[in-house]
């Protein structure tokens, strides 16, 4: 048996895939390592952790308000509570390694791990570094990074762990098999839309605003809308058109990835590095809230020309005539970009950031 690694992702998707990528790389190993996954009762990783095979034990959450509010003063509090409980599973995990994916569980695992003298490695997926990896990267041993300049005392760029489906994915040669798969054209130029795994308000107005500019130009579409959007259609095509075929929700982003030609999409952490990792050009659409990170995330791809960058607000079925109805058509300028997304993603990053938490644990 391996060392025990312990890790600390939960929350958000955001966090707990690359978290789960890692665990299967480190899985794959000879020794395996023990792997246990810290969570709270109250997100994504209650589900996910345990139908990937492995043992989730919850921790109390600690959510970090943006702002000054009264309900700051009770951190400390719940902080203090949070890492005693931590501590006490590092000591009866026999912890060699702690692992921390930023967020609300991260940031007691990482301050239990420094009472108990358990190293830390910290891995940071966004652009724009969170709290609680802001405080990890200063106790850690190791600190990874999945975009080259993230602001991180240490940090080196290792890419973002992802699933192996997505990370051995030919897209050309499952391509026929992909379209198929949701009733697409095999020869048609082809557009996939989505806003992550709720949809996004502005992306399905503005496509399905679009339907018909896309289609009579020969490009088919797959959009997923979100589950809770139902009230976005998009009447049936004629025959002989394009298909504009609208789900709620992807199962098998593997073969959305094939079908598609580019994509149109939000910029979060996890989609910029599994559509560069693929090679899939895009036009990246940056959520409008928050600290500006989504937008920070797509710059790196932008910048290396696998990709285009709208804001939010110029978003229009227009704009999608003018600028992405031509991208799309022309396979020239398609094959560039795709090439140019390709040398900016990583699809090893799973073993990299492996080989660095065993290093860790052994040392």
Request: include cysteine; charged fraction near 20%.
């Amino acid at each position: 048996m391996g060392p025990s690694v312990v890790l600390a992702g939960g929350g958000t998707g955001g966090h707990i895939e690359p978290m789960l990528a890692l665990a299967d790389a480190l899985r794959r190993r000879d020794p395996a390592p023990r792997v246990t996954c810290l969570g709270t009762a109250r997100g994504l990783e209650t589900r996910l952790v345990p139908a990937r095979g492995y043992e989730l034990r919850l921790i109390p959450p600690v959510p970090l308000p943006r702002r000054p509010t009264p309900d700051l003063l009770r951190v400390p509090r719940r902080v203090l509570g949070a890492v005693a409980e931590t501590r006490a599973l590092l000591r009866e995990l026999a912890a060699d390694v702690v692992v921390g994916f930023g967020g609300y569980v991260a940031l007691p695992a990482y301050l239990a791990a420094r009472r108990e003298r358990t190293p830390v490695v910290v891995h940071e997926q966004n652009a724009l570094p969170g709290l609680a990896n802001r405080v990890g990267a200063r106790l850690a041993a190791r600190v990874a990074v999945t975009a080259p300049g993230t602001p991180l005392h240490g940090a080196e760029h290792v890419g973002m762990p992802l699933r192996t489906a997505i990370s051995t994915l030919d897209r050309s040669a499952r391509r026929a098999e992909a379209r198929a798969a949701f009733g697409l054209d095999a020869g048609r130029p082809t557009l996939l839309v989505f806003g992550g795994s709720q949809g996004a308000a502005s992306l399905n107005r503005s496509a399905a605003g679009a339907a018909d500019a896309l289609t009579a130009a020969g490009v088919q579409v797959l959009h997923a809308r979100g589950p809770r959007n139902t009230d976005v259609t998009v009447p049936a095509r004629a025959p002989g058109q394009a298909p504009y075929v609208v789900v709620d929700y992807l199962e098998r982003m593997d073969l959305a990835y094939a079908a598609a030609d580019l994509a149109l999409c939000r910029s979060g952490a996890v989609t910029v590095a599994e559509l560069s990792a693929v090679g899939l050009p895009a036009v990246f659409v940056p959520l409008p809230i928050g600290n500006g990170e989504q937008r920070r995330n797509a710059l790196p791809v932008v910048e290396a020309g696998g990709g285009m960058l709208v804001e939010d607000a110029d978003l229009t079925p227009s704009w999608i005539a003018e600028h992405v109805v031509p991208l799309v058509t022309d396979p020239a300028v398609l094959a560039r970009y795709a090439g140019h997304a390709a040398a900016a993603g990583a699809r090893d990053a799973d073993e990299r950031l492996a080989d660095i938490v065993l290093e860790v644990a052994r040392r």
